[in-house]
């Protein structure tokens, strides 16, 4: 009986270190360590406590109340909050809302296009 409640401490205690490493956004969204990988990923809070996949190996990400603006090593992308949907990327209405990537240059034409003004990165690895 003594090992199973060590094991249960054990458990209970790795259980609520697990989000330590999240990064609340903007509801839905959050960036946390990507578990088959050793770097960040910005994730959409999906049904039955599923973390969603958006953007792999985010460097910075920040919002508005429109869009969400990420910075990856792949380079620049955006996300139309009213068009993204708590499913997988897979899903061809997800894919329409993520846009990217994009140059710095080309993120900047598209932000004046859309009218945002400036925003801070809520979230940086850099």
Same mark, same amino acid.
């Given at each position: 009986m003594k +090992?199973?409640?060590q094991l249960v401490g054990l458990l209970t205690l790795l259980t609520s270190c697990a989000g330590l490493s999240e990064?609340? +956004?903007?509801? *839905?969204?959050y960036v946390a360590q990507d *578990?088959?990988?050793s770097y960040k990923t910005l994730y959409y809070h999906c049904p039955k406590g599923?973390?969603?996949? @958006? +953007? @792999?190996?985010?460097?910075?990400v920040g919002d508005t109340a429109d869009y969400i603006f990420i910075e990856s090593i792949s380079?620049?992308?955006? +996300?139309?909050r009213a068009q993204d949907q708590p499913s997988d990327s897979g899903n061809p209405a997800v894919q329409k809302a993520i846009h990217g990537p994009l140059t710095q240059s080309n993120l900047?034409?598209?932000?004046a296009s859309l009218d945002v003004a400036d925003f801070t990165f809520q979230y940086s690895a850099i």
């Open positions: +090992i199973s409640s990064k609340e +956004i903007s509801s *839905p969204y *578990p088959a990988a599923l973390g969603c996949e @958006r +953007i @792999r190996n985010v460097q910075r380079g620049f992308y955006y +996300i139309i900047r034409a598209v932000m």
